[in-house]
């Protein structure tokens, strides 16, 4: 399994601004996910974020907004631009690995960034 | 995209009591996985089944894929209050490098 940390744990940030959260995971991964999730809700797909390439985006989702950095294996951020109370939500990364010696793959998940924005 | 209903929505029981949670979807998925998360936290993986039959335990948990490995069931036996949260399945599509798609999760209260 793989051990992802993220910064800051939560955040209460004015409108208007923006905050970059930090994924950082202690082994070299390809891909790494980055999640929005409403309380009590489900995970919505913001991005899939490759090393040295620009970060996918899903639908409702624009680079503008949510822009990506992937500069190594083990490091992305996520940051959220021109905030509004709408964006206040858990923010996850995520990664997939694969068992041994199964080789099947897994998603892991950091412990979140809760963001409120007001 | 591949569906994965989740369901219930919502299921609150008294301690000792056994509880189902189930997901299903149209599709095959190359495996399944189930999360539990608790308040304020990032989800935890709790298993992965591979194989169309596979029943997995955990402890007072039970997880089944199915024949076709288009759905799976959680099973708690016994439930205890540190059995609350929200549980969510997750499915891997057949290519390997695909989106996992998550169901709209389950959460569980557990009562004393």
């Known amino acids: 399994s793989a051990v992802i940390s993220q910064k800051p744990s939560r955040d209460i940030c004015q409108r208007g601004t923006s905050l970059t959260i930090q994924c950082q995971v202690d082994?070299?991964?390809?891909?790494m996910f980055w999640y929005r999730q409403q309380p009590g809700q489900s995970l919505t797909l913001i991005a899939t974020a490759n090393q040295g390439s620009e970060a996918t985006y899903e639908s409702g989702f624009v680079i503008d907004k949510f822009p990506i950095s992937r500069p190594n294996l083990t490091f992305s951020t996520l940051t959220v631009s021109n905030m509004s109370p709408e964006d206040s939500s858990i923010y996850l990364c995520?990664?997939?690995?694969?068992?041994?010696?199964?080789?099947?793959?897994?998603?892991?998940f950091g412990p979140g960034t809760r963001l409120t924005v007001l | 995209t591949q569906l994965l209903e989740q369901s219930p929505q919502f299921l609150s029981i008294q301690e000792g009591e056994n509880l189902t949670v189930y997901c299903n979807s149209s599709?095959?998925?190359?495996?399944l996985q189930w999360y539990r998360q608790e308040p304020g936290e990032g989800p935890v993986l709790l298993v992965t089944v591979v194989t169309g039959g596979e029943v997995k335990k955990l402890k007072r948990l039970t997880f089944q894929f199915g024949d076709a490995r288009k759905d799976s069931s959680l099973h708690i036996t016994a439930a205890q209050p540190g059995d609350t949260g929200l549980y969510l399945c997750?499915?891997?599509?057949?290519?390997?490098?695909?989106?996992?798609?998550f169901g709209a999760g389950t959460q569980v209260v557990v009562t004393p």
């Open positions: 599709s095959v998925f190359s495996s």
């Open positions: 995520s990664v997939i690995g694969t068992s041994v010696p199964s080789s099947y793959n897994e998603q892991f």
């Open positions: 082994s070299q991964v390809t891909m």
């Open positions: 997750a499915g891997a599509p057949p290519d390997s490098w695909g989106k996992f798609q």
